[in-house]
């Protein structure tokens, strides 16, 4: 299994538990997140979902040894993932203690609620591969300061969780991560859940009306950036852990 799936006292908790790729975002991750939150849901007793990861990595995006296959359904299911989180009538809160990358940064955007803890780490690192933040684009940019956004899309420089705050990108930058979390889960026990449910459409309606406005066109953006001669060099540098052929040399 790539996702643990726990409910204790009206909580759902989706642990990512693929610490071997750096729960990089497999089909079989995709799939079983995509059941947890489905389950998380439709639970009447679930007032609040945790996403969550073991070892030092929240998501490293893509799997690039799947995505070069079928990078059109890779991508679709990467958009899907983000709209299932934006339209489950519960509040989602990602508990982040590592290092979050590319694909992961989606996962993030889409959360309503987003702590990390000092050793975490976040980079939109697609254009140093020769791809786009395409598909994620349509949750992170919401989130994001215009000059932020900018700098972060274009230079794939990593920054830590008090910049990752600064730049609206996560609620919370906590050297307890898991107290804040914790916090978090009673205020909104204090909430009723239609309450809860009607707010959150308030709230993501930015993020959902750019998915349905620009969901087809950054989906097609990305399957031809993945299928392109630029982007295979880009991956397989990355795999090989070597420079790509258009790297500068200092």
Not at 15 to 39: C, F, I, K, M, Y
Not at 46 to 63: E, M, N, P, S
Request: proline residues 4%.
């Amino acid at each position: 299994m790539a996702v643990t799936v726990e409910f204790v006292n009206g909580k759902a908790y989706l642990t990512l538990d693929s610490p071997d790729n750096r729960n990089a975002l497999s089909s079989v991750l995709v799939d079983e997140l995509t059941a947890g939150l489905g389950a998380a849901a439709n639970d009447d007793a679930v007032r609040t979902i945790v996403l969550g990861h073991t070892g030092r990595t929240f998501c490293a995006g893509a799997d690039l040894r799947e995505v070069g296959a079928s990078p059109e359904l890779r991508t679709r299911q990467m958009l899907d993932l983000m709209r299932l989180i934006i339209d489950t009538p519960k509040p989602v809160i990602a508990h982040i203690d590592g290092h979050v990358r590319a694909g992961g940064m989606g996962l993030v955007a889409a959360c309503d609620v987003a702590v990390a803890g000092p050793e975490s780490s976040f980079a939109l690192t697609e254009a140093r591969l020769g791809l786009a933040a395409s598909v994620i684009s349509v949750a992170v940019l919401p989130r994001l300061t215009s000059r932020a956004a900018s700098r972060y899309f274009l230079t794939g420089e990593t920054f830590d969780s008090a910049t990752a705050e600064a730049i609206g990108l996560i609620t919370v930058a906590d050297a307890v991560p898991a107290a804040a979390v914790a916090d978090f889960m009673i205020m909104f026990s204090k909430c009723s859940p239609q309450g809860l449910a009607e707010s959150k459409q308030l709230t993501t309606a930015a993020i959902r009306r750019e998915i349905d406005e620009r969901g087809t066109a950054v989906a097609e953006q990305s399957a031809r950036l993945f299928a392109s001669d630029e982007a295979r060099e880009g991956m397989m540098s990355f795999l090989e852990k070597r420079p790509p052929s258009w790297a500068a040399e200092r």
